[in-house]
């Protein structure tokens, strides 16, 4: 697992910064787009140190060879995890957006498109957010309520929940990588220059396959043996994320 995720998420991190380097000390003006980015980078490296977490705590192995306190532990950082998914994946695609209503500015229509995107992407993320929070009455039960003696409650369909906002994403990662393309003829660019944006754009749909292939894995999470099942979920999610963030920070290195 950290083999895997570990390269990706320095190289994400290094992209930022290299990103952060250029617009403050080359093009002097620092955007909303790299303070999502940042935002998203964060989140997304915090993240990795919870999966760090999860290794050292047993993920990939049987619930029943762990302990209750390792089961706990293990549920927890799934509840921390997924819920800043959301934010991560919103700060991503906005950063995305604002980055486009920037480079495309001279269509007031494709402006107004984009505006249309990030609401809809910040309503459901942020609502993705708070039902994962708030999936279990009281909120303790959500890390306990595979144990017997633990802290009884109820919660919603969480693999429901986990469907429909998956979906949402998928929809709008395919989305916010083709919004772009019919612009990107009318740019004042040289030809060398637009074809490289083409071939950034089609590197681009790599997150989105990644996120269909995680789709129905997604559904174990919320199984009695999630931690067995989490292991190729949490590599997925973390070459989906990490990807994302080098394609997003490439045009302004």
Not at 81 to 101: D, G
Request: proline residues 3%.
């Amino acid at each position: 697992l950290l083999g895997v995720g570990l390269p990706f998420e320095v190289i994400a991190t290094v992209s930022t910064l290299l990103r952060l380097y250029t617009r403050f000390h080359i093009v002097r003006k620092l955007g909303w787009d790299d303070l999502c980015i940042s935002i998203a980078n964060v989140i997304i490296s915090a993240s990795a140190l919870a999966v760090v977490i999860q290794w050292r705590s047993g993920i990939g192995e049987h619930v029943e060879a762990l302990s209750d306190n390792q089961v706990i532990t293990q549920a927890k950082l799934q509840y921390w995890t997924s819920a800043f998914f959301y934010l991560s994946t919103a700060f991503l695609k906005l950063s995305v957006l604002l980055f486009y209503r920037t480079i495309f500015g001279m269509s007031k229509k494709f402006k107004l498109i984009c505006d249309i995107n990030i609401v809809f992407i910040a309503a459901y993320n942020i609502a993705g957010f708070l039902t994962t929070i708030f999936a279990c009455t009281p909120v303790a039960h959500y890390w306990t309520r595979r144990l017997s003696g633990g802290v009884e409650g109820h919660c919603i369909d969480i693999q429901l929940q986990w469907y429909l906002f998956t979906s949402l994403n998928m929809v709008t990662d395919f989305s916010t990588v083709v919004l772009p393309m019919p612009m990107l003829g009318k740019l004042q660019v040289s030809k060398n220059y637009r074809f490289s944006l083409f071939i950034l754009f089609a590197i681009s749909f790599l997150p989105c396959l990644i996120s269909i292939i995680r789709f129905w894995p997604n559904s174990y999470l919320s199984s009695p043996d999630f931690t067995y099942h989490s292991f190729n979920i949490d590599i997925l999610a973390a070459i989906e994320s990490t990807i994302g963030v080098i394609c997003i920070n490439a045009p302004n290195i």
